[in-house]
């Protein structure tokens, strides 16, 4: 999880310095060691759905809304993700 945790941030600030491939690189190094962490799951979701690319990003965040279906941020993103997606 301390890994996890490690890699969410590095993504995140990443995205923020414009570099989202290498926030992606990031998230994948962390999901490849925990595939079922639903936050790893959430924060790929949302870096592909800010990159566009919304078909790619559902199935992350379908399987982190399945895991957390609490989580208010969550469930925004996934309703913006359908939206794109017109679904």
Do not use: I, N, Y
């Amino acid at each position: 999880a301390e890994d996890g945790a490690l890699h969410r941030a590095r993504a995140g600030a990443l995205t923020a310095l414009g570099r989202s491939q290498d926030a992606l690189r990031s998230l994948e190094q962390a999901l490849w060691a925990a595939p079922d962490d639903p936050d790893l799951q959430h924060a790929m979701g949302q870096t592909l759905a800010e990159l566009g690319r919304h078909e790619a990003a559902l199935p992350f965040l379908e399987k982190a809304a399945t895991a957390t279906p609490a989580d208010a941020a969550l469930q925004r993103t996934l309703g913006r993700t359908f939206d794109a997606l017109d679904r």
